[in-house]
């Protein structure tokens, strides 16, 4: 397997960097965490995959007290090769109570621009306290869904980008399966290690991997290795079963508390 690391060269990394700061500046924000959440943090990127540019930032607190109608996301129109966006703390933190499974994956992003010491640690620690394995189910299933109706092309071939989206999905019904746990990685390779998969599926999936990043993303194939769709018919059918009958969590006053703990502790320029 090749280094995560190397998804995102050093000129692009610096330019990146620039950019976060430009837009601090700009708008009068502290980004708290900025990290890759695209095909090159999932690690299965093509050679001319974008940068999907993601972060969670704090307001300083004249913000907060306004009663002025205002917008919690911040972003840049999509620009050549980059797509930057990200969300206000308060917002983050309330689609975390909501079980927001993206916000999860963006705090294990393996590539990471820049973020405020001790900041995703403690959001990772409540993510695994308040996020529920039910609707985490429910986000992949639903990603499964709007992409395999566009797995196939017009000519019957296989959309290889449209397939790694469904296969990234499955993948995490299967480590949440066998761990118990809500919040399956972001990255392919941290998910194939926890997914327990045997020898012949694994081989077939690294194979395709190397495949994609060597051609572009609207490139096609004409078959996949068949075990690999027996593992995505397999781990719907076993989500679906489960999730059918499985309970919510009911979040309680105190994870309220506690993100409203962290609000306060991060908001930008509050004094404690």
């Given at each position: 397997m090749t280094n995560i690391q190397d998804a995102v060269c050093p000129q692009w990394r610096t330019d990146i960097k620039a950019k976060i700061k430009e837009i601090e500046a700009a708008d009068n924000i502290q980004i708290l965490l900025a990290i890759e959440s695209g095909s090159r943090a999932w690690g299965f990127h093509s050679p001319d995959s974008d940068y999907d540019v993601r972060f969670v930032y704090a307001r300083p607190v004249d913000w907060h007290l306004s009663l002025h109608k205002k917008r919690d996301v911040v972003e840049r129109p999509i620009d050549g090769d980059w797509d930057l966006s990200g969300w206000e703390l308060s917002k983050a933190l309330k689609l975390a109570l909501g079980s927001n499974a993206v916000i999860a994956e963006w705090l294990q992003s393996p590539i990471i621009y820049q973020e405020a010491a001790g900041f995703r640690d403690e959001m990772t620690t409540f993510c695994r306290d308040v996020l529920d394995r039910k609707s985490a189910t429910w986000h992949y299933l639903s990603l499964l869904a709007r992409q395999s109706k566009r797995a196939t092309d017009t000519d019957g071939n296989i959309r290889l980008k449209r397939y790694f989206y469904m296969l990234r999905p499955i993948l995490a019904l299967r480590w949440m399966r066998i761990n118990a746990a809500p919040m399956p990685p972001m990255n392919m390779n941290d998910l194939m290690d926890g997914?327990?998969?045997?020898?012949?599926?694994?081989?077939?999936?690294?194979?395709?991997?190397?495949?994609?990043?060597?051609?572009?993303?609207?490139?096609?194939v004409a078959r996949v290795d068949p075990l690999l769709d027996q593992l995505i018919d397999h781990e719907r059918i076993q989500a679906q079963e489960w999730v059918g009958q499985a309970d919510a969590m009911t979040k309680d006053k105190t994870a309220w508390n506690t993100a409203s703990h962290i609000n306060r502790r991060w908001t930008h320029n509050f004094i404690l």
């Open positions: 997914a327990d998969l045997d020898a012949q599926t694994t081989t077939a999936l690294l194979s395709l991997i190397e495949d994609k990043k060597n051609l572009d993303e609207g490139d096609g």
